[in-house]
């Protein structure tokens, strides 16, 4: 499966980057030239990612196709790991099962996973970690606790959920350590090694933000606007996108769910895995709960469930197995693998067209619909041809995908619109902010994105930034526009051709050049 999944990954490699790709890849290419997190461009992700990102890019060039072989590269890593758990724990019929399902999950383009996001970065320092720490249990050396905590503080500092993980690492010592008569002593050793281990990480963040000079917004960011952001969810809306989400990934993925709830059952009804019942079921859970992180149930958090899900697919293909060829011992390894393969085929054959035959452009329209990514890349494209390096630019909107094509500075730090328009007790102070970048830089060029999924502003949204616009246009003139007209057709107008457009579609993408 490892081959097959490659090669979709591989014919997708030029599909246009979206938001978090463009701003992790911007921050990213700001880091390889020396400018750390935080210091031009903000956002409440954690620096693992944008560091992440800089060895990608390092390693495959600062382009889409770069961005996507790390992607390429993360997803083998994960999908190997995941097979060494699993044989770890029940031998290599299982192991080659959950692999299999793991690989083809992972490529789900409803759970965004042909994208390159933070959550794929998450998963194999945590799958590292767990594998350490079932060595470190077995042999009781500190050293591996301590390289466990590692991983596990690794995961933290790639995205704050991917912290949750140190948890399972936590009780499953602790549960181990019961089951195998450790002594007290010993296991607050045991503790304090893989604490310390994870600590380790998140400290050396600390100095090399606070030498860089970044820090204090990294905290903001982090700490104190994240945690605002965190309550900003309501009821209403995570039902509807826990609905949503679900609803989108489900109809490719409700084999292996079905299999994995399998598994959920013989695991606690069962005796046949009771020695490991205790690690998968935390292991869920915990996942469960990094996936649901504030309640906003985005498609790509699910990815965070995959490994745990993928593994008890694969128990509950080996149960059943169990159940239909009791009498036949020879054939439950056969019973087994269609069921998986029956998997794996169902989420391919779903999802055919886009890993198939779809042109990349195709592909960011089936999943992202009209969502500015393809007209991003032209857009970058007439700026970078008429701008110098030093040149800064300014996207009124959340498109950070620009900065990076473009390969030009930002003129603010705001990357995102969305926290400015956000119901949040900092967003007027930003929109201030915001505003004194832009006049200070007097940026060379201008975008505006016209399309809402690009803002998300409400009727609460505070209008300052709005007002003062009304007044900032009158130093640009309009050079460039794309009228994204439907899914198949967007009408791009440059220079003269631009500026007297009318366009067609409520949708679209303006071009802005400074007239003094």
């Known amino acids: 499966m490892l081959a097959g999944s490659a090669a979709i990954r591989l014919r997708l490699l030029d599909v246009p980057l979206d938001r978090d790709e463009g701003e992790y890849a911007y921050i990213a290419s700001l880091l390889l030239d020396g400018v750390p997190p935080y210091a031009r461009a903000y956002n409440m992700k954690m620096p693992g990612i944008y560091a992440a990102y800089a060895l990608?890019?390092?390693?495959?060039?600062?382009?889409?196709?770069?961005?996507?072989?790390?992607?390429?590269?993360?997803?083998?890593?994960?999908?190997?790991?995941?097979?060494?758990?699993?044989?770890?724990?029940?031998?290599?019929?299982?192991?080659?099962?959950?692999?299999?399902?793991?690989?083809?999950?992972?490529l789900n383009p409803r759970l965004l996973g042909l994208a390159t996001y933070a959550e794929p970065f998450v998963l194999p320092a945590v799958l590292a970690g767990v594998l350490v720490s079932l060595r470190a249990i077995e042999s009781g050396r500190l050293t591996l606790f301590v390289v466990a905590g590692v991983l596990h503080g690794l995961a933290f500092v790639v995205k704050q959920s991917g912290g949750l993980f140190a948890l399972v690492a936590v009780f499953h010592?602790?549960?181990?350590?019961?089951?195998?008569?450790?002594?007290?002593?010993?296991?607050?050793?045991?503790?304090?090694?893989?604490?310390?281990?994870?600590?380790?990480?998140?400290?050396?963040?600390g100095v090399w933000l606070a030498?860089?000079?970044?820090?204090?917004?990294?905290?903001?960011?982090?700490?104190?606007?994240?945690?605002?952001?965190?309550?900003?969810?309501?009821?209403?809306?995570?039902?509807?996108?826990?609905?949503?989400?679900?609803?989108?990934?489900?109809?490719?993925?409700?084999?292996?769910?079905?299999?994995?709830?399998?598994?959920v059952v013989v695991l606690v009804f069962?005796?046949?895995?009771?020695?490991v019942r205790a690690l998968h079921l935390a292991w869920l859970v915990t996942a469960c709960a990094a996936a649901s992180l504030g309640f906003y149930f985005r498609s790509q958090y699910f990815l965070l469930m995959l490994p745990p899900v993928s593994m008890l697919a694969a128990l509950g293909a080996t149960a059943a197995a169990d159940v239909l060829e009791r009498d036949r011992a020879a054939r439950r390894g056969v019973v087994a693998t269609v069921l998986v393969l029956f998997t794996v085929g169902w989420a391919v054959a779903s999802d055919r067209f886009i890993f198939f035959q779809a042109t990349p452009a195709q592909v960011t329209r089936a999943i992202h619909d009209r969502n500015p990514f393809v007209e991003a890349v032209e857009v970058a494209r007439y700026i970078r041809e008429r701008s110098s390096k030093d040149d800064r630019i300014a996207v009124i909107g959340s498109e950070p995908e620009i900065y990076f094509y473009a390969g030009r500075p930002a003129a603010t730090g705001y990357v995102y619109m969305y926290p400015l328009m956000e119901s949040q007790p900092y967003a007027a102070r930003m929109q201030q902010q915001l505003i004194r970048e832009l006049t200070d830089a007097r940026p060379r060029y201008l975008v505006?994105?016209?399309?809402?999924?690009?803002?998300?502003?409400?009727?609460?949204?505070?209008?300052?930034?709005?007002?003062?616009?009304?007044?900032?246009?009158?130093?640009?003139?309009?050079?460039?526009?794309?009228?994204?007209?439907?899914?198949?057709?967007?009408?791009?107008?440059w220079d003269d051709a631009a500026r007297g457009y009318t366009p067609e579609s409520p949708l679209w993408v303006g071009v802005y050049r400074r007239l003094d």
């Open 56 to 106: 990608v890019l390092a390693a495959f060039g600062r382009t889409t196709v770069g961005v996507h072989l790390g992607l390429l590269v993360i997803t083998t890593l994960s999908t190997v790991l995941l097979f060494l758990v699993a044989r770890r724990l029940h031998g290599a019929v299982v192991a080659t099962c959950a692999a299999t399902v793991f690989a083809t999950l992972a």
């Open 211 to 263: 030498l860089a000079g970044s820090f204090a917004n990294f905290w903001f960011w982090t700490v104190d606007y994240a945690t605002a952001y965190g309550g900003l969810q309501t009821l209403p809306g995570a039902i509807f996108s826990f609905t949503s989400a679900t609803g989108a990934f489900m109809p490719a993925a409700w084999p292996a769910v079905l299999l994995a709830l399998a598994g």
């Open 270 to 275: 069962g005796d046949a895995w009771r020695s």
């Open 173 to 205: 010592v602790v549960y181990e350590a019961r089951a195998r008569g450790v002594t007290a002593r010993d296991l607050a050793a045991r503790l304090v090694a893989l604490a310390g281990g994870g600590l380790v990480p998140a400290a050396m963040v």
């Open 448 to 493: 505006f994105v016209n399309i809402h999924a690009s803002w998300l502003s409400t009727p609460a949204s505070d209008r300052t930034l709005v007002t003062w616009f009304d007044g900032y246009w009158r130093h640009f003139e309009r050079v460039g526009i794309a009228d994204i007209v439907s899914r198949e057709v967007t009408k791009y107008r």
